[in-house]
């Protein structure tokens, strides 16, 4: 499903729409998707951030697709977990991609997360058992918090993530399988990627 809406939209606020519009049959509204939403989740929960996974779990809610208090709760427990695990290393560390991308990984499997096939994000944090989709969404939700340079990006069938290190220079980040950074090429070998796929923007650009 992820697949499909990046291939159609640029930017996340359309990202999210799509979404809607593909898992519930209606185009969320720009006050449900965008980041002045409202913090309050289902069941009247007072959720700490407001992210991409926080509008997901949006999204699946409004099409009564399974999304609980709880699972706005768990999204904020591993992202403070995160912000916890990433602060410590930057203080020792400094800003070194790599290094933050990995302490996300980390934390997500110190929290119990393995990759299994999945749909719905709400379905894979109850479960902990989630599929490139899920990473990515979570990935990104920790970017928002802690106002990281990530975006997404699609390849054949498959989301991965990207650093975005200024000046055109970017770091990919696989988080699923063999995780840690990839070059270009390994993305589009793995997942068998066109070179007119690439020219025409469906995938391997950021998003």
């Known amino acids: 499903m992820l697949e ?7 930017n ?10 593909a898992a519930l ?3 969320a509204s720009a006050s449900l998707v965008g980041r002045a939403s ?35 709760a768990v999204l904020d427990e591993i ?9 410590v290393y930057v203080s020792k560390n400094g800003m070194n991609a790599a290094g933050i ?23 894979g944090i109850k479960t902990k058992k989630i599929d490139c989709d899920n990473y990515v969404s ?16 699609m390849a054949q069938g498959h989301a991965f993530i990207r650093w975005d290190s200024g000046n055109g220079a970017y770091m990919n980040w696989e988080p699923i399988g063999d995780i840690g950074s990839k070059n270009d090429s390994y993305f589009i ?16 650009r950021s998003l």
């Open 189 to 204: 070998k793995e997942y068998g990627i066109s070179r007119e796929s690439i020219e025409s923007g469906a995938f391997m």
């Open 138 to 153: 979570i990935y990104m939700s920790i970017a928002d918090a802690m106002n990281l340079p990530l975006s997404i990006v």
């Open 101 to 123: 991308l990995t302490q996300i990984d980390e934390t997500m499997r110190d929290m119990g997360f393995t990759y299994k096939v999945n749909t719905l994000l709400n379905k």
């Open 4 to 10: 499909e809406i990046l291939k159609k939209h640029g």
């Open 79 to 87: 992202i403070d977990a995160a912000k916890e695990r990433i602060n």
């Open 25 to 27: 049959g209606l185009v």
């Open 38 to 72: 409202a913090k309050t989740g289902a069941e009247g929960y007072q959720r700490k951030y407001a992210t991409f996974g926080h509008q997901v779990l949006d999204i699946e809610r409004l099409g009564n697709l399974g999304t609980t208090p709880q699972d706005y």
């Open 12 to 21: 996340r606020r359309e990202v999210l729409k799509g979404f809607g519009k």
